[in-house]
């Protein structure tokens, strides 16, 4: 079983940052790779950024390119998302995941365990 919280959440002005954190627990996680998630109220569940555990290698949707930051902490089990220049379309909820491989997938059912999600809200 894996265990995932997220936190850092919360309403900011467009234009702001928020960085989200994701902490683990549970298992080992060297084969592993961590993605964030969003959903948006009336949408389905869309991939933002992945990364793989053991090398750092990171992917991201297209339109967060250049603007939002996934990054590990391999000592404290901690993924992050760094956002920056957000814009009220980024209003969401943000999720934490984990795909019990190492090779990055953008697919929401390829993750394997979840965390409960973070409120992510973003006003003009």
């Known amino acids: 079983q894996v265990q995932l919280v997220e936190s850092g959440g919360g309403l900011v002005q467009a234009g702001g940052s928020l960085r989200l954190s994701c902490a683990a627990s549970g298992r080992t996680f060297s084969t592993y790779t961590m993605g964030w998630f969003r959903q948006a109220p009336g949408k389905e569940r869309e991939f933002v950024a992945a990364i793989t555990w053991s090398s750092g290698a990171t992917y991201y949707a297209d339109s967060e390119k250049g603007r939002f930051t996934i990054s590990r902490d391999t000592a404290k089990n901690t993924v992050y998302l760094q956002m920056n220049n957000l814009k009220r379309e980024d209003t969401a909820v943000y999720y934490c995941?984990?795909?019990?491989?190492?090779?990055?997938?953008?697919?929401?059912?390829?993750?394997?365990?979840w965390g409960q999600g973070t409120q992510v809200t973003v006003s003009s």
């Open positions: 995941a984990v795909r019990l491989r190492s090779s990055i997938i953008t697919k929401v059912n390829s993750y394997d365990y």
